[in-house]
């Protein structure tokens, strides 16, 4: 195998294995149910103390206990990727939620969920802004 060839094909199997793996993470539901979410829901969070490890913790032990909710369908948290500097890549956030629900209808039974009230009054205190965006799926 030529080193041009070589380095292709690492780089095609480095590109397919992130794809593997960055797909999993967001396709194994939280309930069970494997139809593909139709809603999502992205939550982005500026911590007040960005430096703390521990309150970067706290959030993210927060956000996750919202899987719970019986209507979301998918979850995944993450935190600003050391992806390639770029114009139109705003990586300034410290955590991220992504969640997946059937419907409009699930999303608004999560956000008044006792869980979800929960969540807001004993993490509030951590964050300085909070950006959201909800995605319906176009058919």
Do not use: C
Not at 15 to 37: H, R, Y
């Amino acid at each position: 195998m030529t080193d041009t060839s070589r380095r292709d094909f690492l780089t095609t199997s480095a590109i397919a294995g992130a794809a593997l793996v960055a797909g999993d993470a967001f396709a194994k539901p939280a309930t069970g149910n494997t139809a593909m979410p139709k809603l999502l829901h992205h939550v982005f969070f500026w911590l007040k103390n960005p430096d703390s490890a521990a309150d970067r913790e706290k959030l993210i032990a927060g956000v996750k206990s919202l899987a719970a909710i019986e209507t979301v369908r998918s979850i995944h948290v993450g935190v600003p990727a050391s992806t390639e500097k770029r114009e139109v890549v705003d990586n300034s956030y410290h955590v991220s939620e992504l969640l997946g629900f059937d419907d409009v209808a699930g999303q608004d039974a999560y956000q008044v969920h006792p869980l979800h009230k929960k969540f807001v009054e004993e993490h509030q205190h951590l964050w300085s802004k909070v950006v959201v965006y909800d995605a319906l799926e176009v058919k």
